[in-house]
């Protein structure tokens, strides 16, 4: 009874290990935005993320994303500015050092690309966001690229102005090699 037991554990387990979808290892990224400020369009970026990606895309189901990046790597190529968002009323960078992105649904659409629901939180405030993004593989590297707008005001970046946008449009693109 108990080797029959065994043999069913092992079997269900090496079975849930060939369901799980590829992983993925970030080789690099590239997190912008942009964002309107007295009637300019200010650039801005932040360094290399970290996370988890398992994804395959023929599969619908056991896709998972979760990413995040230091927000004390903004960088708007001017250093006073830079140092104003790291500071309580904009990213508050010493209380919430991470901003994270976390897939809770993906879905391919007609047009081949993806369709992610992802938990965007910044400063402890989270909301979903939708992310169409692609996907591409080739030589055991991937690249998964998509774009979003956001309200900064939704999650307390700053306050209302009417010399700054409240609109930012974010540019994801990140590099993965397969993980063996």
């Known amino acids: 009874m108990k080797r029959t037991i065994f043999i069913t554990l092992l079997a269900f387990t090496t079975l849930l290990c060939k369901a799980q979808n590829q992983e993925w290892t ?28 398992q994804f ?25 500015r830079d140092g104003h968002l790291k500071k309580e009323e904009y990213f508050s960078v010493e209380k919430y050092p991470k901003i994270s992105m976390n897939a809770t649904a993906i879905t391919k659409e007609t047009d081949g690309k993806f369709k992610g629901l992802f938990t965007l939180t910044i400063k402890g405030i989270s909301k979903i966001v939708p992310v169409l993004f692609n996907f591409t593989e080739q030589e055991g590297k991937a690249k998964l690229s998509g774009s979003f707008k956001i ?9 209302s102005s009417f010399i700054m946008s409240d609109d930012v449009n974010i540019s994801i693109e990140v590099t993965c090699s397969k993980k063996q």
């Open 26 to 53: 970030i080789v690099s990224s590239n997190v912008s935005f942009k964002i309107k400020n007295a009637g300019f369009t200010v650039n801005g970026k932040f360094g290399n993320a970290t996370g988890i990606i």
């Open 56 to 80: 395959d895309p023929t599969k619908t189901s056991g896709n998972k994303i979760e990413a995040s990046i230091d927000t004390k790597t903004i960088n708007t190529d001017n250093g006073t």
């Open 151 to 159: 309200n900064r005001l939704d999650y307390t970046v700053g306050s």
